[in-house]
């Protein structure tokens, strides 16, 4: 499985983003993560290939929407309300086998390039 991430750019606080992945082959899940300057690499969504379950970071909800397009292959991470805190790397990864949604960096089997998201304040 092959992942391409795309969308990230720079955007004022309180603005939006919407960020991509394009996935070659099927999967369980997909996920997006981030690492931000300094930090080690954190869980922020993921979705059920099928598109029935999603699950967020605290940080996160209700602010952040995970979907997907099956006709695309596509996963999408819309981004909202963006503050100076999410300014980090995001990066998407595939759990191929999965039984449900995982967290954990170690759990997924693929993953993308990054795609960097700056927030200014």
């Known amino acids: 499985v092959q992942l391409q991430a795309s969308g990230g750019g720079l955007v004022q606080a309180g603005g939006s983003l919407r960020l991509s992945c394009a996935a070659s082959g099927r999967t369980f899940s997909l996920g997006w993560f981030r690492q931000a300057p300094g930090k080690e690499r954190e869980f922020v969504a993921a979705v059920t290939w099928r598109g029935i379950s999603t699950h967020y970071a605290d940080s996160v909800k209700g602010r952040f929407t995970i979907s997907r397009d099956s006709a695309k292959n596509t996963v999408y991470l819309q981004m909202n309300s963006l503050k100076p805190e999410d300014t980090a790397v995001y990066y998407c990864?595939?759990?191929?086998?999965?039984?449900?949604?995982?967290?954990?960096?170690?759990?997924?089997?693929?993953w993308g390039q990054g795609t960097l998201v700056t927030v200014s304040s």
């Open positions: 990864a595939a759990d191929i086998s999965g039984t449900y949604l995982k967290t954990e960096l170690h759990e997924y089997d693929y």
